[in-house]
């Protein structure tokens, strides 16, 4: 076994041997639930779609993610434990992805349990399944998104309230940046041709083009490249704590 | 083997390490002592490869740590201070979880796994959490993933701290049974520790290295060494006779018990004078005692002395069986 996944899997496992995971899944499917069906109008709507459902997802995140990111390195710095893993035989990049991917699949395992949404909306109508599969799948990448971007950022820290607040700062900046709103607050001040730049960098744009049903390989570039830059960033900041 | 060279440590403006250089080899069991805050650790976390050095270079088997850091970590078991491990999982998931990422095959694995074990005698709890063992269940926890592997380096922080009388002994059979042909660090302010297991010892203070010599030399630096104690009830006279013998530099009676300590002059041997003088006295004398000379005197003579010169004492011969 690698140590990728040996990480992985003691990740996993310490996920569901402490409360954190059960009040996560809970949490996130009652919230998912609730928003849906009444902050989202699904039922008088009157559409037999997922839509609704998926333009909570970002928000859910935003709360969801960096609670269970915060931990990640953060819980390590302040137990020692960071120490022993660090002086086991596998590089930074190792340790990095095998907790990266542990959070990631975790999610993936929450999105999951939603299945009952899409069973109702199948039972109700006849929806584009397509469509909804496409959604799941931009979810899931939003998601990872939001992972990789909190996984760096409870490297910087030992405290983990730190962690978090940081974590949320930075995935609300990064939701909100394509906005109607802010791009009209930014537009006296840059000029437009970095307006359309910044605009691009919006997590919201990509996902809402995927939710549609639209799998462009730019949007899911988007995501990948994302993940990849901040699991980067978050390696060099490990190495860079080790010659503080 | 473990190498250092010149290996430094900054925290700022603050020296941690100031320009370490040992070299450790197999067969010996080196004790690092020192002040707390002398650095002990920050030199053991860039042998690691936990940290990494401001300059120097610290080898392990001869692969260096910052360059060829995966081969350097293979080769060893490291026990960190506080012996840390992840206290929501059992022992069975944390020891299991350490074979894995160390890569070793299933079934080889796994007989090391119950080997270790037994050997630490965690066979009875390896189904309960960390978090509620006891201090030294959770140091043996520390010890078993430093030795699953088998590593030919082994590299202990403070190994015995919080262990009862019991246990350390079992934890210092445990590593002399392991000294053999393998090449051992430890770290330690337990000076009767240095006696049981080392057969070389390192002082540092303030991250320099102030002495390398073998147990028997440090004791030799004692102003004990090679002196005579004794009780024996109305020896006021016999006292003066005493320091008249010419190998005799002072006389020390202790307050409280009136323990009588003699001290030799430089090279001289007093112990057959001193019962000689004693006999032809006609004094009771209960028990006489040839000290050895007092480490912790010599540890703290060494680590308070600024500016002091290095101690550097013949461990050239110290290997297997050696001191």
Same mark, same amino acid.
């Given at each position: 076994?690698?140590?990728?996944?040996?990480?992985?899997?003691?990740?996993?496992?310490?996920?569901? @041997?402490?409360?954190?995971?059960?009040?996560?899944?809970?949490? &996130?499917?009652? =919230? *998912?639930?609730? +928003? #849906? %069906?009444?902050?989202?109008?699904?039922?008088?709507?009157?559409?037999?779609?997922?839509?609704?459902?998926?333009?909570?997802?970002?928000?859910?995140?935003?709360?969801?993610?960096?609670?269970?990111?915060?931990?990640?390195?953060?819980?390590?710095?302040?137990?020692?434990?960071?120490?022993?893993?660090?002086?086991?035989?596998?590089?930074?990049?190792? @340790?990095?992805?095998?907790?990266?991917?542990?959070?990631?699949? &975790?999610?993936? =395992? *929450?999105?999951? +349990? #939603? %299945?009952?949404?899409?069973?109702?909306?199948?039972?109700?109508?006849?929806?584009?399944?397509?469509?909804?599969?496409?959604?799941?799948?931009?979810?899931?990448?939003?998601?990872?998104?939001?992972?990789?971007?909190?996984?760096?950022?409870?490297?910087?820290?030992?405290?983990?309230?730190?962690?978090?607040?940081?974590?949320?700062?930075?995935?609300?900046?990064?939701?909100?940046?394509?906005?109607?709103?802010?791009?009209?607050?930014?537009?006296?001040?840059?000029?437009?041709?970095?307006?359309?730049?910044?605009?691009?960098?919006?997590?919201?744009?990509?996902?809402?083009?995927?939710?549609?049903?639209?799998?462009?390989?730019?949007?899911?570039?988007?995501?990948?490249?994302?993940?990849?830059?901040?699991?980067?960033?978050?390696?060099?900041?490990?190495?860079?704590?080790?010659?503080? | 083997?473990?190498?250092?060279?010149?290996?430094?440590?900054?925290?700022?403006?603050?020296?941690?390490?100031?320009?370490?250089?040992?070299?450790?080899?197999?067969?010996?069991?080196?004790?690092?002592?020192?002040?707390?805050?002398?650095?002990?650790?920050?030199?053991?976390?860039?042998?690691?490869?936990?940290?990494?050095?401001?300059?120097?270079?610290?080898?392990?088997?001869?692969?260096?740590?910052?360059?060829?850091?995966?081969?350097?970590?293979?080769?060893?078991?490291?026990?960190?201070?506080?012996?840390?491990?992840?206290?929501?999982?059992?022992?069975?998931?944390?020891?299991?979880?350490?074979?894995?990422?160390?890569?070793?095959?299933?079934?080889?694995?796994?007989?090391?796994?119950?080997?270790?074990?037994?050997?630490?005698?965690?066979?009875?709890?390896?189904?309960?959490?960390?978090?509620?063992?006891?201090?030294?269940?959770?140091?043996?926890?520390?010890?078993?993933?430093?030795?699953?592997?088998?590593?030919?380096?082994?590299?202990?922080?403070?190994?015995?701290?919080?262990?009862?009388?019991?246990?350390?002994?079992?934890?210092?059979?445990?590593?002399?049974?392991?000294?053999?042909?393998?090449?051992?660090?430890?770290?330690?302010?337990?000076?009767?520790?240095?006696?049981?297991?080392?057969?070389?010892?390192?002082?540092?203070?303030?991250?320099?290295?102030?002495?390398?010599?073998?147990?028997?030399?440090?004791?030799?630096?004692?102003?004990?060494?090679?002196?005579?104690?004794?009780?024996?009830?109305?020896?006021?006279?016999?006292?003066?006779?005493?320091?008249?013998?010419?190998?005799?530099?002072?006389?020390?009676?202790?307050?409280?018990?009136?323990?009588?300590?003699?001290?030799?002059?430089?090279?001289?041997?007093?112990?057959?004078?001193?019962?000689?003088?004693?006999?032809?006295?006609?004094?009771?004398?209960?028990?006489?005692?040839?000290?050895?000379?007092?480490?912790?005197?010599?540890?703290?003579?060494?680590?308070?002395?600024?500016?002091?010169?290095?101690?550097?004492?013949?461990?050239?011969?110290?290997?297997?069986?050696?001191?």
């Amino acid at each position: 076994m690698s140590p990728v996944e040996a990480v992985m899997r003691r990740e996993l496992r310490s996920y569901f @041997a402490t409360p954190v995971a059960y009040v996560f899944l809970v949490i &996130f499917l009652v =919230l *998912a639930g609730i +928003l #849906t %069906f009444y902050a989202g109008d699904f039922y008088e709507r009157g559409q037999a779609d997922l839509q609704p459902f998926f333009v909570m997802h970002p928000w859910l995140y935003l709360i969801l993610v960096p609670a269970i990111t915060m931990r990640m390195w953060a819980e390590e710095a302040k137990g020692g434990t960071l120490e022993l893993l660090l002086t086991l035989p596998m590089t930074l990049w190792q @340790a990095m992805l095998g907790k990266f991917l542990a959070a990631w699949l &975790f999610i993936g =395992l *929450a999105l999951a +349990l #939603t %299945f009952p949404i899409w069973i109702t909306v199948n039972y109700l109508g006849s929806p584009d399944n397509g469509v909804i599969l496409a959604g799941y799948l931009g979810s899931w990448l939003m998601a990872g998104t939001f992972i990789a971007i909190g996984a760096c950022l409870s490297a910087v820290t030992s405290s983990q309230v730190v962690a978090f607040v940081l974590t949320a700062l930075v995935c609300v900046l990064l939701m909100l940046v394509g906005q109607p709103q802010v791009l009209d607050f930014m537009q006296g001040a840059l000029p437009s041709r970095l307006i359309n730049g910044v605009a691009h960098l919006s997590m919201l744009q990509h996902f809402e083009a995927i939710a549609r049903g639209v799998l462009d390989v730019r949007d899911v570039l988007y995501f990948l490249l994302s993940m990849i830059g901040w699991l980067i960033a978050g390696v060099l900041l490990l190495d860079l704590n080790r010659t503080r | 083997m473990i190498e250092t060279d010149q290996l430094t440590r900054c925290y700022g403006n603050l020296t941690a390490v100031d320009a370490l250089s040992i070299r450790v080899e197999p067969g010996q069991v080196l004790g690092l002592l020192g002040p707390n805050g002398a650095g002990k650790s920050t030199a053991m976390r860039m042998i690691a490869g936990f940290l990494t050095p401001t300059s120097g270079t610290a080898r392990v088997c001869g692969y260096d740590v910052s360059r060829e850091p995966l081969k350097a970590k293979r080769a060893l078991g490291y026990l960190p201070e506080g012996a840390p491990s992840y206290g929501e999982m059992t022992v069975r998931e944390f020891l299991l979880f350490i074979v894995r990422v160390r890569g070793l095959k299933a079934d080889r694995g796994y007989r090391r796994f119950e080997e270790v074990a037994h050997r630490l005698q965690l066979e009875e709890v390896l189904d309960l959490g960390i978090d509620t063992l006891s201090k030294g269940l959770r140091r043996r926890v520390g010890l078993a993933q430093a030795i699953l592997h088998d590593p030919p380096v082994l590299m202990l922080d403070e190994p015995t701290d919080g262990l009862d009388p019991n246990q350390k002994h079992a934890v210092r059979q445990l590593i002399d049974v392991m000294a053999r042909e393998r090449t051992i660090l430890i770290s330690t302010h337990l000076l009767e520790e240095v006696h049981a297991l080392c057969n070389r010892v390192v002082i540092i203070a303030r991250g320099k290295l102030l002495a390398d010599a073998t147990p028997a030399e440090l004791e030799q630096r004692s102003r004990y060494h090679g002196a005579v104690s004794f009780s024996a009830p109305g020896s006021g006279m016999s006292q003066e006779m005493l320091g008249r013998l010419p190998q005799v530099a002072a006389i020390e009676v202790d307050p409280l018990d009136g323990r009588i300590t003699v001290f030799p002059k430089l090279g001289e041997r007093i112990l057959e004078p001193v019962e000689t003088l004693l006999r032809e006295q006609g004094l009771e004398v209960s028990e006489i005692q040839l000290e050895r000379g007092r480490l912790d005197e010599v540890f703290r003579q060494i680590t308070t002395n600024e500016g002091g010169v290095l101690v550097r004492g013949d461990v050239s011969k110290v290997t297997e069986g050696g001191a």
